[in-house]
């Protein structure tokens, strides 16, 4: 087995409120392995969210260790994890976060830009994952312009531009029409499998979690293994990505 690009050891996560202290996560450990599909389940509030934060280094943990390929990424300064999220981590959480005075090519182009990549080379990145999330013809449009279902799409190709070895994704499909989701689902797959990027996907979606190749349920601020496959298995192979393109399945 391929050896693990991220790996948590321990996590605890508490918050003061007035009165009292709320421990959300308890001891989570969980591995991340390339071209992997890990799907987190579990109740809304119980702390998905905040497990893929800690992931990503966007939180500190209370407690525990995170480490990536080259150590432990916790005794790092946020500057150094600010680096080390442009280059390794993608996001793609609930809310889009795309910025209104930019059109869907520029938002996508941003991180690497923030990554002082040529700007060549990253808007042509940038357009060809517009084509493969379908909305080509929608590259000069600004947020505003775009469906709920648009936005997301654009903020999924915004995660992939600089071909992160992680991607981090709260509810990607939440917001989407069941047609738009089961593609959004399809890219997924395509790129976890075509392209070796790891996926940490926390979801209510039984068709999402169907493609994963492991699930685990956040119960009682641990991480437990659904060991027991779901009714249906895995998501047939999506037709499309061969030889490292990035397929069009829009």
């Known amino acids: 087995m391929s050896e693990a690009v991220l790996r948590a050891r321990g996590i605890e996560k508490y918050f003061e409120i007035p009165g009292q202290t709320l421990h959300v996560l308890l001891g989570v450990d969980v591995d991340i392995f390339p071209g992997e599909i890990l799907a987190i389940r579990g109740a809304s509030g119980v702390g998905k969210s905040t497990l893929l934060h800690i992931l990503g280094t966007l939180e500190r943990p209370t407690a525990g260790d995170l480490m990536g390929e080259e150590g432990s990424l916790l005794g790092r300064s946020d500057t150094e994890l600010a680096a080390f999220r442009n280059r390794y981590i993608g996001f793609v959480f609930q809310f889009h ?30 357009r060809e994952l517009l084509v493969a999330v379908g909305l080509e013809d929608r590259q000069d449009h600004r947020p505003q312009e775009l469906s709920g279902g648009e936005q997301q799409r654009v903020a999924v190709a915004r995660s992939l531009v600089r071909e992160p070895k992680v991607v981090l994704a709260d509810e990607p499909s939440g917001n989407l029409d069941p047609g738009t989701a089961e593609r959004l689902h399809e890219l997924v797959y395509t790129l976890a499998r075509e392209h070796g990027q790891a996926w940490v996907i926390a979801t209510h979606n039984e068709t999402l979690a169907q493609i994963a190749d492991r699930r685990s349920r956040l119960l009682h601020g641990r991480l437990v293994s659904e060991k027991e496959p779901l009714p249906g298995g895995p998501a047939r192979e999506p037709q499309g990505s061969r030889n490292g393109e990035m397929p069009n399945l829009w």
Do not use: D, Q, S
């Not at 976060?97 to 990145?125: D, S, Y």
């Open 97 to 126: 976060h795309l910025m209104p005075e930019f059109t869907a090519l520029e938002n996508v182009m941003m991180p690497g830009l923030i990554g002082k990549l040529p700007l060549r080379t990253v808007r042509r990145r940038a």
